[in-house]
């Protein structure tokens, strides 16, 4: 609960009263262009140095370069931060600071009830409130009493703070987010000096745009400490969460895998080449590896997907870590390649950063889309090992898993985030690397017998991994290609009886990978019950509170997330009959549920939501007692 409390005048203004809280949920959104992502993503850098613990849901619209002022180019920045720990980005803001009609008009809806609402009154004119669809001004019509309302003219305020520098009207407008964040440092108690470094550098080679940034960064700051304001401008107070000592940063999704591949390669032994066609949701990670190469990284920016991973099994035939990324589009334009990855047994790490719905849906918006796909989107019988990260800091760690699993049984192997994971920001442990296991990759040098020939397919009796042998290496000369070949000797083969071996030989090799992955474990509970939820992705975090919420209440419910979606753990058919009901949250039409109905013959129910969002804990909530309550 929230407890008001008087803090000191604030540099010779009023007292201000100060809110006392655990955890807040504060979104900014404007114009695409308003640099709303800038402001959110400095305010989290703000909030990680204050020591909460935090989780954020960047909002992109997918019209980039929508007309300003519409309700289609809306972007927004969410952060859920506080002292206790943090699993989602929040299902309702409690603070939204709105830099024009459309921003609130969009955003409105998700406010909590009493919740703040910061708008710029500047933005407010007969224009842009047509392009909101508003018959009203709602600052003035009372539409909003609902909530508490702190408007004044951001743009005006703006615009005097950087009037010394003499910039023109549109860069000096383009300062409004620097004031706005000024002033959300003020209202949560946090340092400007840490952006203020920030914006010299970024405008290093710009002094009257550095020095205009900064001013109206700590205008913004000003107003809050002496504006005469009374009502709704208050100053938030939440103490730093607890945290196992160590180094932390914040890291997104796409940051994070870049630094799993580069452990992943460090901990193979293996250069890494990485493949990717740039205009996708995981392009982030392709810009993170080109600063990376100094650890023996090659990135390669293609002109298209087929490109991309035909460079990306080259690379592997060479004998390097490779890998490639991109969205569900994507990967269909790749699959015919992957095919040839799984029939020539060669190993890639594929990243595939779900977005929503089919063709280009909603480039920007995140969705668990891809899960059949992953399993079953490609020609003949084409398997392939599918694990899954739950949060941005998880990224590293499963993708170091993916790149062991791909260069010891010597596949392909598909690793599954979303537009929520990738662009999403959380802190992050930086890791002890020597607590992880190297997994070394021993090419094959052995030259064969005089008068026998070299079989590149020879097989590890235990794992069924084919031998890997870097090209150029003496009396080793081979080829590998997409046409069937002989079990014996890797020449083409077209015979039935050969076919229907080589075909069960690559199913056994992957089914096999069960016997080297963890067992599945249960998150939250018992392993046996009335009701077990069960999730994948990025779905963790919302389940898990939810569950914790059910719990605290004295219900009887289990967690139990996978990881691992292709193979399944081999435990895990028996762990879900010792529930007598199993609820599945998933952000598609049930991909996971009907996994698991075929693979255990199962009654699993689905919880269903494709709207481009993330689920809300209050959703889940609400079907896990309907499911105990039946």
């Known amino acids: 609960m929230a407890t008001a409390v008087k803090a000191p005048a604030q540099d010779g203004g009023t007292d201000v009263g100060v809110i006392q809280k655990e955890s807040v949920v504060v979104r900014f959104a404007g114009d695409s262009g308003d640099g709303m992502q800038l402001t959110g993503g400095q305010f989290t850098l703000s909030t990680a140095l204050a020591g909460n613990d935090l989780a954020t849901f960047p909002d992109f619209p997918a019209e980039i370069r929508a007309p300003q002022g519409t309700l289609f180019g809306v972007s927004a920045f969410q952060i859920n931060f506080g002292s206790t720990r943090i699993e989602t980005a929040g299902d309702q803001p409690d603070v939204l600071i709105a830099m024009n009609p459309a921003a609130l008009k969009t955003n409105l809806p998700q406010l909590r009830k009493g919740g703040l609402i910061i708008a710029d009154t500047g933005e407010f004119g007969e224009r842009n409130l047509k392009k909101a669809h508003y018959e009203a001004n709602p600052l003035e019509d009372g539409s909003l009493d609902p909530w508490q309302l702190l408007a004044f003219d951001i743009s005006k305020q703006t615009l005097e703070s950087v009037k010394p520098f003499g910039l023109g009207n549109k860069d000096a407008l383009r300062c409004k987010n620097m004031w706005t964040l000024g002033l959300a440092l003020w209202m949560f108690g946090r340092d400007r000096e840490p952006l203020i470094d920030w914006l010299k550098n970024k405008f290093s080679k710009d002094e009257v745009l550095r020095d205009a940034n900064i001013a109206a960064l700590n205008a913004g700051h000003a107003y809050g400490e002496t504006a005469e304001l009374s009502g709704p401008l208050k100053q938030f107070r939440l103490a730093p969460a607890d945290a196992a000592p160590g180094l932390y940063r914040t890291i997104t999704g796409a940051d994070a895998i870049a630094l799993g591949l580069v452990a992943g390669a460090q901990l193979s032994g293996l ?68 095919g040839l990855a799984v029939m020539t047994e060669l190993p890639l790490v594929i990243v595939n950063s779900q977005r929503g719905g089919p063709s280009t849906g909603l480039p920007t918006k995140t969705e668990q889309s891809d899960l059949y796909q992953a399993v079953y989107g490609r020609n003949g019988d084409t398997p392939m090992p599918v694990i899954a990260s739950r949060s941005p800091a998880d990224c590293f760690e499963v993708t170091i898993e993916a790149c062991r699993l791909a260069v010891q049984f010597m596949t392909p192997v598909m690793l599954l985030t979303d537009g929520y994971i990738a662009n999403a920001a959380e802190p992050w442990r930086v890791p002890d690397m020597t607590d992880f296991e190297p997994f070394p990759v021993q090419f094959h040098t052995e030259v064969p017998a005089e008068g026998t020939k070299f079989n590149p397919f020879l097989r590890d009796p235990e794992t069924l991994k084919r031998v890997w042998v870097k090209p150029g290496t003496p009396g080793l000369m081979h080829r590998i290609g997409g046409i069937e070949k002989s079990y014996a000797t890797g020449n083409i083969d077209y015979s039935a009886e050969n076919h229907q071996r080589m075909t069960d030989t690559r199913k056994a090799k992957i089914d096999g990978i069960a016997n080297f992955i963890p067992d599945q474990v249960v998150e939250v509970g018992k392993d046996h019950g009335p009701l077990v939820v069960v999730g994948w992705g990025s779905t963790y975090g919302p389940i898990r509170q939810a569950v914790d919420l059910v719990r605290s209440k004295g219900h009887d419910v289990a967690h139990v997330h996978i990881r691992h979606l292709w193979p399944f753990p081999k435990n895990l058919g028996e762990l879900l009959k010792r529930y007598d009901r199993i609820l599945v949250p998933e952000m598609n039409t049930g991909q996971l549920k009907t996994l698991l109905r075929d693979q255990f013959l199962v009654d699993a129910k689905p919880l269903n939501k494709v709207s481009g969002q993330p689920f809300r804990i209050a959703e889940i909530e609400a079907a896990i007692l309907g499911m105990l309550n039946q």
């Open 271 to 338: 250069p890494m080449f990485f493949g990717g066609y740039p205009i996708t949701p995981a392009s982030a990670i392709l810009h993170s590896l080109t600063k990376m190469r100094e650890f023996d990284v090659t990135t390669f920016q293609a002109e298209d997907e087929i490109a991309a991973i035909g460079a990306t099994i080259g690379a592997a035939w060479a004998g390097h870590l490779a890998v490639t990324s991109s969205s569900g589009p994507g990967i269909a334009l790749k699959s015919e390649a992957m």
